[in-house]
Nanobody, 121 residues
Framework: QVQLVESGGGLVQPGGSLRLSCAASGSIFGFNVMGWYRQAPGKERELVATVTSDGSTNYADSAKGRFTISRDSAKNTVYLQMNSLKSEDTAVYYC???????????????WGQGTQVTVSS
């Protein structure tokens, strides 16, 4: 199976920056997608950004121009650089991977435990 461990959350002032990291352990076979989602209090979980194993990225409109997703495939690690943070970015950020563990297993989603990001003065 696959385990995801996030780090890098915390409290930051509006306009500040944070970098989230997520390390995946376990067996990941072939093409996969890694990404970040977030959930604010009282709201549904939403996509922030994703990156595929061949480097294609996708961003939510709210993240475009401020957030950058990247990955180190050798380390099975995905990063989210967040700049120009706003109070509305406050949420629990979850790491996700959609992958399979061997040639014959189905693709499935795996989630990290989440890391809190609070943007406040």
């Amino acid at each position: 199976q696959v385990q995801l461990v996030e780090s890098g959350g915390g409290l930051v002032q509006p306009g500040g920056s944070l970098r989230l990291s997520c390390a995946a352990s376990g067996s990941i076979f072939g093409f996969n997608v890694m990404g970040w989602y977030r959930q604010a209090p009282g709201k549904e979980r939403e996509l922030v950004a994703t990156v595929t194993s061949d480097g294609s990225t996708n961003y939510a409109d709210s993240a475009k121009g401020r957030f950058t997703i990247s990955r180190d495939s050798a380390k099975n690690t995905v990063y989210l650089q967040m700049n120009s943070l706003k109070s509305e970015d406050t949420a629990v950020y979850y790491c996700n991977t959609m992958c399979r563990v061997n040639r014959i297993s189905p693709y499935r989603d795996y989630w990290g435990q989440g890391t809190q990001v609070t943007v406040s003065s």
